[in-house]
T-cell receptor
């Protein structure tokens, strides 16, 4: 069975602060994929990143960066110099690979509030 | 980019009525679509996997007679909530899987449908 844990339910930061959202996963698959999605108040999921289990390189995209560590089964997400527009619920998700295994298991989400 | 639409975006209905939600992949074919339900301030929970031309696969605890899924074409899946009750009020989100052919089949999410049952 797959499981994704986002221990932080809600986080509040002041604008321009850096913030890290934690994600820990469990899976028995040797090949799997990890995701982060943003869900603003409108409800529509916004895809942020997909990382496969063989690629442990950290990734940076503008103010966003991701730290994937297989040794600790973690895939943390950092927003640098946070902005009010970053306020949303962020979900970490996991899927297996191979035929019929692409369904996503979501964490419970972390609500980020960026205060001006 | 791949686009998935849902219709309606929101619906209010009386208890006991049935509601149909459509999920369409607009610019790609999707042999597999997924239906999720999200209660307020909670995560997305997979309800069922919809496969074109065959019966849907429901997750444990989801009543297949209550949540009817039809995947009649490669671009359309429908979810019908039959005899809806207030506890069915939720945000329903679909996703469509685009075949990449090599490594990974990407999923694209629809904008969601907010159902309120009075």
């Amino acid at each position: 069975a797959q499981k994704v844990t986002q221990a932080q339910t809600e986080i509040s930061v002041v604008e321009k602060e850096d913030v890290t959202l934690d994600c820990v996963y469990e899976t028995r698959d040797t090949t799997y994929y990890l995701f982060w999605y943003k869900q603003p108040p409108s409800g529509e999921l916004v895809f942020l990143i997909r990382r496969n289990s063989f690629d442990e390189q950290n990734e940076i995209s503008g103010r966003y960066s991701w730290n994937f560590q297989k040794s600790t089964s973690s895939f943390n997400f950092t927003i640098t110099a946070s902005q009010v527009v970053d306020s949303a619920v962020y979900f970490c998700a996991l899927s297996g690979s191979g035929a019929g295994s692409y369904q996503l298991t979501f964490g419970k989400g972390t609500k980020l509030s960026v205060i001006p | 980019g791949a686009v998935v639409s849902q219709h309606p975006s929101w619906v209010i209905c009386k208890s006991g009525t049935s509601v149909k939600i459509e999920c369409r992949s607009l610019d790609f074919q999707a042999t597999t679509m997924f239906w999720y339900r999200q209660f307020p301030k909670q995560s997305l929970m997979l309800m069922a996997t919809s496969n074109e031309g065959s019966k849907a696969t429901y997750e444990q605890g989801v009543e297949k007679d209550k949540f009817l899924i039809n995947h009649a074409s490669l671009t359309l899946s429908t979810l019908t909530v039959t005899s809806a009750h207030p506890e069915d009020s939720s945000f329903y989100i679909c996703s469509a899987e685009r075949l990449a052919g090599v490594v990974y089949n990407e999923q694209f999410f629809g904008p969601g449908t907010r159902l309120t049952v009075l």
